[in-house]
């Protein structure tokens, strides 16, 4: 290598030495330096390695190429390739056994002197070595010597020669070689293919060939200019690179006319390429004046065992240092690190940082790849924020049925949990509307029940003008108070917010009583007091008070609501006003803002935040006026809308507002699953139809597919064609004719009163059908199964053959045969295919196709033939 760029190689046994290859031979010893200081003389390598020159060789002038020999002992001998054509063995300074002593200095000298380009030992004979000579119209250009050849004299005749005159000691010249190949040719690369010991690659002047030594007089080429750096893939022994300038082609040995990838076109020629030895399909390609490495990473899909694709590329580049690389060389067993030298003899220890490959499931499992490590990510025992996230709680319900409670539809939010006050306000809606609309339709069909899913703004909006004022009674007190008349309208919304039930009477008795059940004491007081009632709403809190859950400064709260009176400057008016902001619960302040607020004004009810929609909407309806209502309710709905607050669609119903409202709550807590229920409820077609809807019903069915819960989604599907009788889909997917191309299912059902599809070929399993055998369109016969060989249509159950012999290919003898057996199923790949019973009871037992003579692997085509649904595993 006498005026070119250095080199560099690490020894195939001793992890630590490499051998860097200019004028002379350097050894270096490398050592970790992550705990120790720099030793004096030693080279910094990186951070956290140095090298320490061991010993230098100058004896071979004129190198040109060096291989490094590749078994264990000796362990530091090396051939190297000269100028002059010649090949010597040499060491560096290590001690040897009397054994090989006398293979240093041994010279392999061709016939003719030219220059000797690539060396090559032989990976499973070691004692072959390869070299590969430029071109002589009278010799061969690629000689394998047998470096012992001292031990088979018959073969390989040897002569003593004294060497130049300069020389005192004579050494053992070796002038025939074992083989001969390549004549009148040159040879600028070669490589051994691992899979056989007498099989040679290599790069000749205007091709690559393959020899094979055991026929020495014939070889397998291909013509191309990329001849030079070939190179075998260690873990896939049928791809080689080499390369042309500045372009590296891909070859399958396999498929030798041509290259199965060409890379891309570097602007500048190349000087080398190497596959990773601890990678799998990685190869690094250096230019010419260039401190970059290019990395081409060549992943395989996943296909059938023995079917090969062309692999995809993935390409990167990394910069080990700042100055021009000479050489590199991968570390024989170290993962992805390498070494790399300048011209100037400056080496760099680098590691190329594997590519990181996240991998994220549906049940929220977080795994990545990187190198030869797989990373999982789990959470801390006290964390609990994989249960706050909405995916999990979406899987959760499924599991549970939620949104499947058609009569009982309040229950809903039990099964989500019963945690969310949201859901239980929209499922509660929901059950008041479908249970009011179910009312009004007995009574008087098709009158108003569209009218309850419109919800409550729709409701007040369709009685504007129709009320009046009045002042009615306290319940307890010597006082009056303007309430507005009920008519039919306002008794609807106040049924939809759960304060009565349905009926003419107006109590709400039944509704106290059960918040008071609950323990909701606040609520029920304050109820019972904007009815009027304060003896009640008194009573209820000193009930709490008294209750084991209770609080006892109820009893405070009770002892100041007795005290109320209705003059304006008395100072229980005053101190109420002023002290009900320092109360904690916001039904307690609310019953005094309401005890010290002005008639028709009530702000401080209808605008505390905290207290349910459905309450202060029905605080309104019973005490607004018609302007004052409507007004308010329009306000109280926008705010629902932008918030995305489910207690929201008590008014706006399942309308386009309502589609409105739950596309704010979708885009901030992402749950689909509820929004595809709650529309699906009772929702008009028109809002069934609106993208919005149909994009959170088809997101919500793919996850469930994409959580393996098929049964759910099924079960999902089966409860939206009954809520939407519009959303059935079309048949997709049908058996044509081969001739005429008809639908044969269609055209069957088309027959008068011959039943559904596929029963008139006897897809029903019963043998007393009729068996359809041709297509009812042209006539023309249907297909033949592959392994009963009669006609499809033909139920399995009536297939001739039925007896012991063909036992594996029948099923009848099984005591109920499913509908599924008799289906049409073909391979997509060979087409090839027949009665789905048949098939699966053939690949029960083979991989390949049951038709001769074609190997198709047609069930491990189907990737999702082997999942099981999750829902069925035991956790």
Not at 318 to 335: G, K, M, R
Not at 447 to 452: P, Q
Not at 603 to 627: H, I, M, P, Q, W
Request: charged fraction near 20%; charge should be neutral; glycine fraction near 6%.
């Amino acid at each position: 290598m006498s005026g070119t760029k250095p080199d560099i190689l690490w020894a195939p046994h001793q992890v630590d030495r490499f051998v860097v290859c200019d004028s002379e031979l350097s050894l270096y010893h490398v050592e970790s330096t992550v705990n120790s200081e720099l030793k004096a003389g030693s080279l910094r390598l990186s951070e956290d390695s140095a090298a320490t020159l061991l010993s230098i060789n100058s004896d071979t002038p004129y190198m040109k190429c060096v291989a490094w020999y590749l078994n264990y002992d000796p362990e530091c001998l090396l051939a190297v390739g000269q100028a002059n054509g010649r090949v010597v063995l040499t060491s560096l300074g290590q001690d040897h056994n009397s054994k090989f002593k006398d293979l240093i200095g041994k010279e392999f000298v061709p016939k003719h002197a030219r220059q000797c380009n690539t060396l090559a030992w032989n990976p499973l004979d070691s004692n072959w070595l390869a070299a590969g000579l430029d071109k002589h119209r009278a010799d061969f250009s690629v000689l394998i010597w047998d470096i012992c050849s001292k031990y088979t004299p018959d073969i390989v005749p040897m002569e003593k020669v004294r060497l130049s005159a300069g020389e005192t000691e004579t050494t053992l010249l070796v002038t025939k070689p074992l083989y001969e190949l390549g004549q009148n040719d040159a040879c600028l690369s070669l490589c051994w293919l691992p899979r056989d010991q007498k099989l040679l690659l290599a790069g000749m002047h205007r091709n690559l060939a393959i020899f094979d030594l055991r026929n020495t007089s014939q070889k397998m080429f291909v013509n191309t200019k990329a001849v030079q750096g070939v190179t075998v893939d260690p873990y896939f022994h049928d791809r080689v690179a080499s390369f042309y300038e500045g372009q590296v082609a891909i070859w399958d040995l396999r498929k030798f006319e041509k290259p199965v990838l060409t890379l891309t076109e570097q602007p500048k020629p190349l000087t080398k390429v190497a596959w990773c030895p601890t990678r799998t399909g990685l190869l690094a390609t250096l230019t010419r004046d260039s401190n970059i490495i290019r990395l081409y990473d060549m992943q395989h899909t996943p296909t059938p065992i023995g079917d090969e694709t062309e692999p995809t590329i993935i390409e990167r580049s990394v910069q080990p240092c700042d100055n021009y690389i000479a050489s590199f060389a991968w570390h024989p067993t170290s993962q992805n690190r390498m070494i790399v030298v300048t011209p100037n003899r400056t080496m760099s220890d680098f590691t190329v940082f594997e590519r990181i490959s996240l991998a994220w499931s549906p049940i929220t499992s977080l795994m990545w790849a990187c190198g030869r490590h797989l990373y999982e990510c789990t959470e801390e025992e006290n964390d609990n924020s994989l249960e706050k996230d909405i995916a999990t709680k979406m899987r959760l319900r499924a599991l549970s049925r939620y949104g499947l409670d058609t009569e009982q539809v309040w229950r809903n939010h039990i099964l989500a949990g019963n945690e969310d006050p949201q859901l239980k306000s929209l499922w509660y809606t929901l059950h008041f509307m479908k249970q009011y609309t179910e009312d009004m339709d007995q009574k008087s069909p098709g009158n108003k029940g569209s009218l309850v899913y419109a919800g409550i703004k729709s409701i007040v909006k369709s009685s504007l003008g129709m009320v009046e004022s009045s002042r009615h009674n306290w319940s307890g007190l010597d006082k009056q108070s303007d309430t507005q008349n009920l008519n039919e309208e306002r008794i609807l919304a106040l049924q939809l917010c759960g304060w009565i039930k349905k009926g003419t009477d107006i109590d709400v008795g039944p509704f106290l009583n059960s918040l008071v059940q609950e323990g909701e004491w606040e609520r029920a007081a304050a109820v019972a007091l904007f009815n009027l009632d304060i003896r009640r709403a008194i009573q209820i809190l000193n009930e709490g008070a008294s209750s084991e859950k209770g609080d006892l400064n109820l009893n405070v709260v009770a002892m100041a609501l007795s005290g109320y009176t209705d003059e304006k400057n008395s100072l229980w008016r005053e101190m109420c006003s002023t002290l009900r902001l320092q109360l904690n619960n916001p039904y307690l302040c609310v019953m005094f803002a309401f005890l010290t607020s002005e008639a028709g004004s009530y702000d401080g009810v209808l605008y505390e935040n905290k207290v349910a929609v459905r309450d202060r909407v029905a605080f309104a309806c019973k005490f607004l006026g018609d302007t004052q209502l409507n007004r308010y309710i329009e306000k109280l709905t926008n705010e629902m809308k932008e918030a995305g607050n489910l207690e929201g669609i008590l008014l706006t119903g399942l309308t386009k507002d309502g589609v409105d409202l739950m596309e704010s709550y979708v885009d901030r807590t992402g749950d689909v699953q509820t929004a595809s229920y709650c529309m699906l409820q009772g929702s008009p077609l028109d809002v069934l139809k609106d993208e919005r809807v149909q994009y959170w019903i088809e997101n919500y069915r793919n996850l469930l597919d994409a959580w393996r819960f098929w049964h759910k989604r099924a079960e999902f599907d089966i409860h939206r064609s009954k809520l939407d009788p519009s959303s059935k889909p079309l048949a997709q997917v049908f058996v044509s004719c081969n001739f005429c191309g008809k639908s044969i299912s269609y055209s069957c059902s088309a027959v008068p009163h011959q039943g559904r599809g596929f029963s008139q070929y006897g897809v029903s399993g019963s043998p007393t059908k009729s068996k359809v055998t041709s297509c009812p369109g042209c006539r023309k016969p249907l297909p033949r199964c592959a392994l009963c060989l009669i006609n499809m249509g033909t139920p399995v159950s009536s297939c001739p053959g039925g007896t012991k012999s063909d036992e594996k290919v029948d099923l009848s003898k099984d005591k109920k045969l499913a509908q599924f057996n008799n289906w049409f199923t073909w391979c997509h790949n060979c087409r090839h295919g027949g009665h789905a019973g048949h098939m699966l009871s053939w690949f029960r037992d083979h991989t390949e196709c049951p038709v001769s003579a074609c190997t198709c692997k047609c069930m491990q085509l189907d990737t999702t033939g082997n999942l099981v649904p999750a829902e069925t595993i035991q956790p």
